[in-house]
């Protein structure tokens, strides 16, 4: 484009585009970032400065990396062929990926199709009150959320969110939801303790039999949890949480949105764990961003919990999601997973996980204010603390500086923003599956520059 018409799209933007967590009040005197171009690790933005984006789209999404000329073959091939048809009925490409998805997740075998992350957990939030309703006169209906774990946008999304950030002004909230306590050892009382994870969990069950087995449809959480501080559960922890869950009837519900194909070493987060849930809702990297899909997989036991005889009007899951029909979705899910197969991204991932960590314990040996370093896979986080004794947080302040720092040397990091009121604290890297040793250490030295330059 000429330097005119790039001019008149910056001016366009400020003029009418309501950007996504963002204050515009900045905007007024300065111009907003503008991608327009990827290619691998790197974006172009609008005035061709070039950046290496550590956070696969700002939100964990990129998997495969930028400019995948095949995604988007198939996709303008499907959408040519045929581009929409309501989920009512059925599309080539919807059924293929089913088949190749549940091939990945052994003991379920059902995909709802819709169209993002938050939909997709709404989805299993209706399957259980719909349940409730059939088998148990609504009142097995409540679902638990944990603390600092986040399911998405929408009203009841936020309902079962565990950031207060995230949540304020947008109340009153849907009820029927109960939070139940975090497993970060890191700022537990006793998160030394061999069995920390084991206790974490019991603590859920607790909040069972305080709210009464008989009144709790399904527990909701995040395999690793994302925003709310990269927190990994410690061993143990999921484990304890199935038998609880059985002991008591309760639906495991795993929202594997950020974790779901192969951001951590595995094609989903819980699979590094002995669990096995009845719902597993995904989005963001199940088709790198190429398309827009989400997935709710549930067992075969729950579908046909909805089965019935015609005449029982009311007994189907009487839901819908128009976008869920569109099969260019599916049909970039498809080649998606193509990729990270023929080009074994799950191996690199673990490779590159383990090199990530090693870097980042690196910064923290050499700076006091990383407290903690955590995560798995390509999903890692860096905790900073005014104090390693006390483990007071910084101000968020302080982690905007690092990301703000990495951002002129031309790297983009991410941060925990507007999620929990004391702990936005943590340095956040999600780079696309594709990372290479060489990226990795751009990335890394970045946040050591960013981290001498913080005032002493």
């Known amino acids: 484009m000429k330097p005119n018409d790039l001019s008149e799209i910056v001016s366009s ?18 111009d907003p970032l503008v991608i327009v171009e990827g290619k691998g690790l790197r974006v172009t933005d609008i005035n061709g400065r070039q950046y290496l984006d550590a956070v696969s789209g700002g939100v964990w999404t990129v998997n495969v990396g930028y400019g995948r000329e095949s995604i988007a073959d198939a996709v303008r091939e499907q959408l040519v062929k045929m581009c ?17 998805l549940i091939d990945k997740m052994p003991g379920l075998s059902r995909v709802y199709y819709s169209n993002s992350g938050s939909e997709a957990n709404e989805k299993g ?33 936020l309902s079962a969110t565990g950031q207060e950030q995230r949540k304020d002004q ?44 008989d009144t709790v449809g399904s527990l909701c959480l995040e395999p690793i949890t994302a925003g709310g501080g990269v927190i990994v559960p410690p061993e143990g922890y999921f484990e304890t949480v199935q038998e609880i869950c059985r002991k008591y009837g309760v639906l495991l519900h795993i929202d594997e949105v950020v974790c779901g194909m192969g951001r951590t070493g595995k094609w989903f987060g819980y699979q590094h764990f002995d669990v096995k849930p009845d719902i597993v809702t995904m989005a963001k990297g199940v088709a790198s961003g190429y398309a827009a899909i989400s997935v709710t997989a549930t067992t075969e036991d729950l579908f ?31 080649e998606n997973m193509r990729i990270i197969e023929e080009e074994n991204l799950l191996d690199n991932v673990n490779k590159m996980g383990d090199y990530v960590l090693d870097r980042l314990n690196e910064l923290k040996h ?3 204010i990383i407290g903690d370093v955590r995560g798995k896979g390509l999903f890692v986080g860096a905790e900073l603390v005014k104090d390693r004794k006390t483990k007071e947080p910084v101000d968020e302040s302080v982690a905007a500086a690092v990301a703000a720092d990495c951002l002129r040397q031309g790297v983009m990091i991410g941060r925990t923003n507007r999620s929990l009121t004391e702990f936005n604290n943590t340095l956040c890297l999600s780079p696309a599956l ?8 751009e990335i890394i030295n970045s946040i050591d520059v960013a981290l001498g330059n913080l005032p002493h």
């Open 304 to 334: 046909n919990q909805f089965l019935a005889e015609p005449s029982e009007k009311m007994s189907y899951f009487r839901d819908i999601s128009t976008f869920g029909g569109v099969a260019g979705g599916p049909a970039a899910a498809l």
């Open 125 to 157: 939030f209706k399957l259980v009150r719909q349940l409730a309703t059939m088998k148990n006169d609504g009142k097995k209906h409540k679902i638990l959320f944990r603390d600092r774990d986040y399911h998405g946008t929408t009203i009841t999304a």
């Open 84 to 100: 929409y048809y309501a989920n009512s009925a059925g599309n080539i490409p919807g059924a293929q990926f089913a088949e190749k």
């Open 13 to 30: 933007d400020k003029s009418h585009v309501w950007h996504h967590l963002s204050q515009h009040k900045p905007l007024q005197t300065s």
């Open 434 to 441: 594709i990372c290479t040793k060489d990226d990795i250490d």
């Open 170 to 213: 947008y109340g009153p909230f849907t009820p029927g939801f109960v939070e139940v306590p975090h497993c970060l050892a890191y700022r537990a009382v006793n998160g030394d303790d061999a069995d920390y994870g084991v206790q974490a969990a019991r603590e859920i069950e607790k909040v069972i039999l305080r709210e009464g087995p």
């Open 366 to 368: 050499k700076y006091e």
